[in-house]
């Protein structure tokens, strides 16, 4: 008898319930889908603190925080460093956002943004850089892949105050 051949990872699209998650964070908290019910949500995924692209990103959210929060959205950054990582982050560039701690990248994976990269030839996994727009009701109402980090928290606000 054949064996079947692992079925690959549905690729979310906008109307898709949001995956839940439940992540340690910098500050020694957590974070979860279920305990931000009701609330809209910003999920922004980074391959790495205190590198300049991710950094710049973080910042952008951050310059945008008040905003985001008179929106009524909660922002949230996530990326496989650990909680201690972000700590140091957040304290360098005085950064407001929540970030959280996916070392085993199992949050990753469901949002289809743990990913095979490739940089001079040679092939590795990694963080696709992604943002995603998620209603108080757990439904995803927007997706950024590949996100160019210039502009793009200025483009996310923009889309949560429509909401």
Same mark, same amino acid.
């Given at each position: #008898? ?13 109307? &898709?319930?949001?995956?839940?998650? $439940? =992540?340690?964070?910098d !500050? ?5 889908l ?5 609330k $809209? ?8 603190? &205190? ?6 990103e973080?910042?952008a959210?951050t ?15 996530? $990326? ?27 949050? &990753? ?9 490739? =940089?001079? !030839?040679r092939?590795? #996994? !990694? #963080? ?6 998620i209603? !108080?009701?757990?439904? +995803?109402?927007? +997706? ?16 949560v105050?429509? =909401?």
């Open positions: #008898m054949a064996t079947a051949e692992p079925k690959a990872p549905k690729v979310l699209e906008v109307g &898709d319930k949001a995956p839940s998650f $439940s =992540l340690p964070t !500050g020694g908290g957590k974070v979860s279920a305990q931000l019910k009701g $809209s949500v910003v999920l922004y995924f980074y391959p790495k603190d &205190d590198t300049s692209g991710c950094t710049a973080a910042i959210f310059q945008n925080a008040k905003a985001f929060k008179a929106a009524g959205a909660v922002v949230v950054g996530v $990326s496989k460093d650990s909680p201690a990582s972000h700590d140091k982050f957040k304290s360098k560039y005085e950064l407001d956002v929540t970030l959280g701690s996916d070392e085993d990248t199992k949050t &990753d994976q469901a949002y289809g943004v743990w990913v095979e990269k490739s =940089l001079y !030839g092939r590795y #996994m !990694g #963080m696709e850089r992604a943002t995603f727009a209603d !108080g009701k757990g439904v +995803i109402r927007a +997706i950024w892949r590949k996100v160019k980090v210039p502009g793009h928290a200025a483009e996310v606000l923009k889309f105050t429509s =909401l």
